[in-house]
Structures are given as C-alpha cells and as structure tokens.
C-alpha cells in the first residue's frame, strides 16, 4: 500500500496534489471509503468531524462511500473498500480506533490489500499505523485517559507520529512541551503542523508542506520550516 499521513486531511493543495501523485489520478476522479470510527467515543461538539468528511467529499470528485467497520464482516469491508481508490481514516481517540481495528478485522483487511491502494489518515488516522505514544505524552498532549485495552498500534512503520503541532485545538503541542514529554521516547517521531503531511510509498517518506519536527529520544532530527 502507499500512504499519505496528514494531520488533519486534505485541507491544502499540496497534500491533495500528493495524494492524485499517490493514486495517479486527478483529484475529481478519486474515489473514497472514509472510516469514521475515532469520533464515538470523544465528547464534545463534532463540528470538526463533519467538516473533515464534507472537505474529503468535496476535493475527491469519485464516489464516496462510509464504511462502519462495526456494522460489517471482514469479506464486505475488504470488498467496501477494495472497489475505493483511497481509505480515508478520520481522527478522533487513537486507543479506541486501534480498538476497532482489531475487533473488526480491519487490520488483516489491510494486509490483504494491493499495492497500488493508498490509505490517507487524519489525526488518530496517521497515528494508529505507527508506534503508539507513551500514556503520559498522550495524557499531556491530546487528553487521552482511558485506552480501550490498546497496548499498541498497527507498528507498519517504525516511526510515530505527532499531528496538530501549534494549532488551536490541542493547547499542549508545542515544540517546548512535546521535546519534554517525548525525552525519553526512542523512536523516531514526526511532529506535524495541520498543513503538512508525510506520503510514505516503497518505504520512503517525503514531506508534503514543509519539514516537520522531527525528533527522538529528546533531541531534533529536523526542525519545522515552511515552504
């Protein structure tokens, strides 16, 4: 599979144009199996998830289809999203997304996948494919409290990944108060603005948006510069 990593979807042209390089489509023939998982158990107005899937439905011009992998077996999600060029995972509460990963089948329906599939993650989306946050850094940056019996993520990369940094929605990822809660994090960890995104294929990652944060075990790998 290919994989383009944002931290909060197709909100620019440059990640949209990474992704038609992704699928080698244009973005009005692109179609989409949005999983919309990580929302039920946040509280809170959902303002934020309604217009994420309204962007989606409005940059990607193909059919746009809403797959619960709750509501399915494992042969119809495979089928739901196999007929899709693009799986989009919306954000919301990474433990409980993994936990629905693994209770659905989803993520052996991943695995089953061509490689030619492209899967674009928002949020909690990018994150549950990587390695899961320490509970204290998840607990001081998004939050998090309870873990839905998650002990880890996906792990298909060896990296994690920190989205919304200096945005307005979580106070606490700054640059200052990430190093602090991830010094002693060893792997490799990709700190994203709301406007960039990693489009990892053949294992490669490339930035989309500038370079991010790029940081392990409390020192800076790269540090974040705009475009």
Same mark, same amino acid.
């Given at each position: 599979? @290919? ?12 990640? %949209? ?15 989409? #199996? ?5 929302? #039920?158990?946040?509280?809170? &107005? @959902? %303002?934020?998830?309604? #217009? ?13 289809? /809403?797959?619960?992998? /709750? !509501?399915?077996? @494992? ?7 196999? #007929? ?10 990474? +433990? ?10 989803? +993520?052996? =329906? ?5 490689? &030619? ?10 994150? =549950? ?9 998840? $607990?001081?940056?998004?939050? &998090? ?37 991830? $010094? ?8 994203? *603005? +709301? &406007?960039? !995104? ?12 500038? *370079? ?7 020192? =800076?790998?790269?540090?974040? $510069?705009?475009?």
């Amino acid at each position: 599979m @290919k994989y383009l990593l944002t931290s909060q979807g197709l909100r620019t042209r440059s990640i %949209r144009q990474a992704l038609e390089t992704l699928v080698g489509k244009s973005a009005e023939e692109i179609s989409v #199996a949005i999983i919309n998982e990580a929302h #039920a158990v946040e509280d809170g &107005d @959902k %303002r934020w998830n309604i #217009a994420e899937i309204a962007n989606t439905a409005k940059v990607l011009g193909g059919e746009v289809d /809403l797959v619960n992998l /709750l !509501a399915l077996d @494992k042969s119809q999600i495979f089928s739901r999203v196999n #007929a899709c060029d693009v799986i989009f995972a919306v954000g919301g509460n990474t +433990d409980y997304l993994r936990s629905v990963y693994l209770k659905s089948g989803f +993520d052996e =329906v991943l695995s089953q996948l061509g490689e &030619d599939k492209v899967y674009v993650g928002s949020s909690a989306g990018s994150m =549950v494919l990587g390695i899961r946050l320490p509970n204290n850094a998840r $607990s001081v940056l998004y939050n &998090d409290q309870e873990i839905f019996g998650t002990e880890s993520y996906l792990e298909l990369f060896d990296f994690s990944f920190v989205p919304h940094m200096d945005g307005d929605s979580f106070f606490n990822c700054r640059r200052e108060i990430v190093m602090e809660n991830l $010094s002693t994090f060893e792997p490799l960890t990709y700190c994203l *603005t +709301d &406007d960039q !995104a990693l489009s990892v294929e053949d294992g490669k990652v490339t930035f989309v948006g500038g *370079t991010p944060l790029v940081i392990q075990t409390g020192k =800076v790998i790269s540090e974040t $510069s705009l475009e």
